[in-house]
């Protein structure tokens, strides 16, 4: 059983560009959350998708973008993109439910903007 | 904003009991605490959670006070392996995280 993938795993931007980040959830699992870690620090919540629809979100611009689609899996987008913007961008996935649930984390992309 | 409160660095010798606290004053009482830790990043990896009992499983024991402002993560024997940054976070929901900076364990040989 795979767990959460994402992909790719590396990637390297120019400021200004759009970047489109993929994510598979763990078989069984419906709900997906993005987060972004900056060097040093801990992840920090984007949003959250269940049902294809975006259902909280963090502290980000709306350059921040996301998407569910059917099959569970979700993409991240982020527009105009800036040098803070560098980071490790994770994704974990979870059954929904309130509370009691545990979220599985993929091992993240890490971008650069240059 | 994270709600939790954690040393930022310990050490424990190798095959010794690692004891990570944490603090969690302003708990709800639907809120559950659970404990991720991340070796040098990767993805968080998760270990344990509760809401007001003990809990163990294969990786770890979750002690929580009786008014559940507090907890500790207990590690029973540390390998070099368990050398990461631990995570305490308190979630209603268990996939909506405000992660802090956690605590960064050295196991040491």
């Known amino acids: 059983d795979a767990g959460v993938t994402q992909s790719p795993t590396h990637l390297i931007k120019t400021r200004g560009q759009q970047v489109t980040l993929r994510c598979s959830p763990k078989?069984?699992?419906?709900?997906v959350s993005w987060y972004q870690q900056a060097l040093g620090q801990g992840p920090q919540f984007i949003f959250q998708?269940?049902?294809?629809?975006?259902?909280q979100r963090g502290n980000f611009p709306d350059r921040f973008s996301g998407h569910q689609f059917p099959n569970y899996s979700s993409e991240l987008n982020v527009n105009a993109l800036l040098l803070g913007d560098s980071a490790l961008y994770l994704c974990?996935?979870?059954?929904?439910?309130?509370?009691?649930?545990?979220?599985?984390f993929g091992q993240g992309t890490r971008l650069t903007v240059v | 904003d994270a709600k939790t409160t954690q040393p930022p660095s310990m050490d424990c010798a190798e095959g010794r009991a690692a004891n990570l606290p944490c603090n969690h004053s302003?708990?709800?009482?639907?809120?559950?605490v659970y404990w991720y830790r991340q070796i040098h990043s990767q993805g968080p990896q998760y270990i344990i959670h509760?809401?007001?009992n003990n809990e163990t499983n294969e990786m770890a024991s979750l002690i929580i006070t009786e008014d559940r402002k507090s907890s500790t993560l207990i590690l029973p024997h540390a390998t070099l392996r368990d050398t990461a940054v631990y995570y305490c976070?308190?979630?209603?929901?268990?996939?909506?995280?405000?992660f802090g900076t956690g605590t960064s364990l050295t196991v040491i040989p």
């Open positions: 998708y269940y049902e294809e629809e975006e259902r």
């Open positions: 302003t708990i709800s009482g639907n809120e559950y």
């Open positions: 078989s069984g699992h419906d709900t």
């Open positions: 509760g809401l007001k």
């Open positions: 974990a996935s979870s059954k929904i439910q309130a509370g009691n649930t545990e979220a599985f």
């Open positions: 976070i308190v979630s209603k929901t268990g996939n909506q995280f405000y």
